[in-house]
């Protein structure tokens, strides 16, 4: 599903030229049978507030949303998938015109190895064991960044405990400009506290509520991706 929602905003004043930004946003489903999903636990607030700082700051946005319950940000073109494939599908076509790759999406590692037509039915006949067979899904942050070119890309990690080596060994592995370590106490909270790592050393800790956090974030990124 497409959607613009609100009317164009005024633009304001850049201190970076126009950029086209891409930000994924929510988690993916991905379905056992029609009723049932595996799932991440992500509410998408901080990919909205991404997209609509970026949008704020006068930037052509993107915004491929997972399965949420949040309104569009005023200016933004909202793309509405559920599952990861579909989320690759959305962002490779996006890709292609983007100058900046958000990736804030909690996008399911894994999905049934097959959809079932009808509800699973393995408790009939009293089983008290079933299995469920899983296949990867694409990583669609280190897929778009291998053919990346001069676009900045950045990943999100959300990591239990101490991971800082963690998210650095994700920058690198998935050849990313910049990655985002996130708290998993920012999981449905309206504030977060994360560091931001780039490629070349830089580390910065932002901390505040999601939106002020998003604005810093999106300044940063629009100032590496408008460099000569
Ligand atoms: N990501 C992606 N495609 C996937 C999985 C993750 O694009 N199939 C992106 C996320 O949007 C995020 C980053 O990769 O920007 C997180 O990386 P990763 O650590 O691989 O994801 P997690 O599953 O969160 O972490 P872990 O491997 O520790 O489970």
Known sequence: MLATLGPPMAR???????LRVLVTAGPTREHVDPVRFLSNESSGRMGFALAEAAARAGHAVTLVAGPVDLQSPRGVRRIDVASAREMLAACRKAFRSADVLIMAAA???WRPARVLPGKW???DGGA???TLSLVRNPDILATLAA???RRIVCGFALETGVGEARARGKLARKGLDCIVLNDASALNAART???????DGGRKVLAGSK???ARAIVARLCARASRP
């Open 12 to 18: 304001p004043k850049l201190r970076t030229p126009r």
């Open 107 to 109: 996008v399911a590692d």
């Open 121 to 123: 039915r393995a408790k």
């Open 128 to 130: 008290r064991r079933a």
């Open 147 to 149: 053919r990346k070119g």
């Open 193 to 199: 506290r994360c560091v931001l790592f780039e490629r």
């Open 211 to 213: 939106h002020s956090v």
